[in-house]
């Protein structure tokens, strides 16, 4: 019996038109499936607790900073000032906190300085429970930091020193971590020093925070509190180098005495170790103060004028009447 010439295919239009959307159901499935199994993920791996996001936050803003900061340090002294110079020390510190601000400014607010944190809880604006939190984390960030600058410039360091690691002579490398003060430089006066630098510090950022005062364009925060840094830099590092952060200054100490260096970097200067710890904490919670006193508790809050007032008037009773 021969076959209708319009059987085939043809016939079955209604079966490919089921066979598409059966795989098209497929696909959509699969890719569901597949944002299921992405989200659980993140669901599994995103921390809830949000002291536990901000003490993360904290620890790589810190790290990053030493990384960037430090590491400028090391190129110029490591490449004997034929690839920087105190310049461009500055620039590296100034960048450096710049992008440890973008990094962690959204989730802790970016503190990566334990004069900073204290100085928000004297305000009342970090709780005072949380200010060891911070700190320990911003010290491990400030350890980890030297750590990773050493390793990177490992060959670097023993190319230079001979492999015999010094805190003082020709060729100290002890100062590319952390602070030493000038042969001028007195106990009294390099503690004034401390105070004077970390309260300008935290007198500029609060100014810079303040939405009342003129402040900052939103997002552009971290590089003003950068140039901070720079300002700074350039006008109070003769004595001692500007420290102005306890994690900065101690956490690397720490390393070097582990690493190598020993324990003259606690002895040397007189015992000067103490003196980028206490001043910055002290320093801090008096510029804080300074610009609340002189600035903060004086803001008004703003009132229109008569004409804006007039204009608004104007508008709402053209809105009635329309």
Avoid at 36 to 52: C, D, F, G, P, T
Wanted: with cysteine; net charge neutral; aromatic share 8%.
């Amino acid at each position: 019996m021969q076959r209708s010439s319009t059987e085939g295919p043809s016939q079955y239009p209604h079966c490919l038109s089921s066979g598409r959307t059966q795989e098209a159901h497929l696909i959509r499935k699969g890719e569901d499936m597949e944002n299921e199994n992405k989200k659980s993920i993140k669901e599994r791996v995103a921390l809830r607790n949000s002291l536990v996001k901000e003490a993360l936050a904290e620890f790589l803003g810190t790290f990053l900073l030493i990384l960037f900061g430090v590491g400028s340090v090391a190129q110029t002294v490591l490449s004997r000032g034929s690839m920087g110079d105190p310049l461009t020390i500055h620039i590296g510190f100034t960048l450096a906190v710049t992008m440890a601000v973008y990094v962690a400014g959204g989730v802790s607010g970016a503190h990566i300085n334990p004069a900073v944190s204290l100085a928000m809880c004297v305000l009342g604006r970090l709780s005072l429970c949380k200010f060891p939190v911070y700190a320990v984390c911003q010290f491990l960030g400030a350890f980890i930091g030297a750590a990773a600058v050493y390793g990177l410039y490992y060959d670097a360091f023993l190319d230079y020193t001979g492999g015999v690691l010094t805190v003082t002579g020709p060729n100290a490398t002890a100062h590319i971590f952390s602070s030493y003060p000038g042969k001028h430089l007195s106990i009294l006066n390099g503690f004034i020093d401390q105070v004077i630098g970390t309260g300008a510090l935290l007198l500029c950022i609060l100014a810079i925070l303040d939405n009342k005062n003129k402040g900052a364009p939103k997002g552009i925060e971290p590089l003003m509190i950068g140039l901070i840094i720079m300002v700074i830099g350039v006008s109070m590092g003769l004595n001692c180098g500007y420290p102005v952060n306890p994690a900065r200054d101690l956490g690397p100490r720490l390393f070097t005495a582990i690493a190598g260096w020993g324990t003259e970097v606690f002895s040397a200067g007189s015992h000067w170790w103490w003196i980028p710890v206490a001043g910055p904490l002290v320093g801090g919670m008096v510029g804080a103060v300074i610009y609340v006193l002189f600035i903060e508790l004086h803001h008004v809050d703003p009132q229109k004028t008569p004409e804006e007032e007039n204009s608004m008037k104007d508008k709402y009773e053209m809105i009635a009447m329309s």
